[in-house]
């Protein structure tokens, strides 16, 4: 049996007032769904970027007529303590000279309370003294100059409970990577705050993507040359239990592994102070790996800008205005990528003097200095880059060539020759 109902036909036009007026609250809609992605109080502010120099976990106990006495009596043997220690840190050897009190003060830029207990006429704490280190440096006899490396974005990856996350939401690991004091690190971190558009740019499927473009376009963004993924993998056997982390040293595009290892912790209260240990640690990686020359940025990320130009135009050029210097170079210069290694300040500035010493050689400054590590030149010659290949080899460098990059080395001394007659 068939059965027909006939319905009254709805009609779907709208007046274009109406059409209009549900457009732009679609309009409204993804706005706000994108407004919503980088909307909230994600934020940390990394804390503590300064050089001061640092002593952390120093015991007071100290009494008083009053509480304020208590605690003033107790931070200045604070100041004593962090002395003698800071001392013990820089020279390993010897006994710290001994400072006033009121020199104390001139050297000393703060007191961090780590925790304390004040009483009507006691003061219980355990406090963190920081050195100025200009004028600490002075007397330790330290120069204000040291190894670091090129700056390298961080990007703390957090995966608990299945999900990874950066700066999608705030993380234990994200506050404590802002609270982590870089100062006395020799590795440039740059730690973006996780606020505004940082958790669309900054994710952990970021991390596993190797665009050498995209990656450019966010290191632009923090004026980093490179990128350090540290990795926190937390495990929780049971609500209120111990809890396994496992850490990993990240880094590059390619998301190279420079090491890793495990910690535990009795419970949550002792999570923060796993994090910071595992922070520590990480840095000794990403340091030893400075020091070694493995943590360096990487060639690819140094992106040529493509230059278009017709065949017809650089045929007409070349006939009707090409002018020939005292080299036999044509006078229009060339932007060139030069990478050298700068072990220390001295060697970029004889870098430098070396280039601009090569006729055709219009300019040379560098453009991205990493002491200890790998620095990139930009030099504009008037000529080919075979050409200026040439005049490096033909000057004693140790030359490779890459599209539109030299990689320039000066070649090891060569080894001492036996004096004749020398026993065998």
Do not use: C
């Amino acid at each position: 049996m068939n059965v027909t109902l006939n319905l009254p036909r709805l009609s779907l036009a709208l007046p274009r007032r109406w059409l209009a007026m549900v457009l732009v609250a679609l309009l409204l809609a993804a706005g706000a769904i994108v407004f919503a992605q980088i909307e909230g109080d994600r934020g940390i502010p990394p804390v503590a970027s300064g050089g001061d120099f640092e002593v952390n976990g120093v015991r007071v106990d100290a009494s008083g007529k009053d509480s304020a006495e208590a605690r003033a009596n107790a931070w200045r043997d604070a100041q004593r303590k962090g002395w003698e220690a800071l001392w013990k840190q820089v020279n390993r050897s010897g006994a710290a000279p001994k400072l006033s009190d009121s020199a104390l003060d001139g050297i000393v830029s703060a007191i961090v309370v780590d925790y304390e207990q004040i009483g009507p006429r006691r003061y219980i704490a355990t406090l963190g003294v920081l050195f100025d280190r200009a004028r600490a440096g002075e007397l330790l006899g330290v120069s204000g100059s040291m190894l670091r490396s090129a700056p390298m974005l961080v990007v703390p990856v957090y995966v608990s409970g299945g999900s990874a996350q950066v700066f999608e939401n705030r993380t234990p690991w994200q506050a404590a990577w802002a609270r982590y004091r870089t100062s006395e690190s020799i590795v440039d971190y740059i730690r973006p705050h996780g606020s505004g558009a940082d958790g669309l740019l900054i994710n952990a499927a970021q991390s596993g993507r190797r665009s050498r473009t995209w990656w450019r376009l966010i290191l632009d963004q923090f004026g980093a040359a490179d990128v350090v993924i540290p990795v926190a993998h937390i495990e929780r056997r049971y609500p209120g239990g111990p809890i396994t982390g496992r850490f990993a040293a990240r880094f590059g595009p390619d998301n190279r592994l420079l090491g890793s290892f495990e910690l535990t912790a009795q419970n949550s209260d002792g999570l923060n102070a796993m994090l910071d240990e595992a922070i520590k640690r990480l840095d000794r990686i990403y340091a030893g790996a400075v020091r070694s020359g493995n943590l360096r940025p990487d060639s690819s990320l140094i992106i040529e800008k493509p230059v278009a130009v017709v065949e017809e135009e650089i045929e007409s050029s070349l006939s009707e205005s090409e002018t020939v210097t005292s080299g036999g170079l044509p006078t229009g210069a060339a932007s060139i990528s030069v990478q050298f290694e700068t072990p220390d300040a001295a060697s970029v500035s004889a870098a430098e003097r070396a280039l601009r010493a090569i006729p055709g050689v219009q300019a040379a400054s560098t453009a991205s200095l990493a002491l200890g590590g790998t620095s990139v030149m930009r030099v504009d010659f008037a000529g080919e880059i075979d050409a200026l290949r040439g005049a490096l080899e033909a000057r004693g460098w140790r030359v490779q060539q890459g599209a539109g990059v030299l990689r320039i080395s000066r070649p090891a001394p060569p080894a001492p020759t036996p004096a004749p007659g020398g026993g065998g």
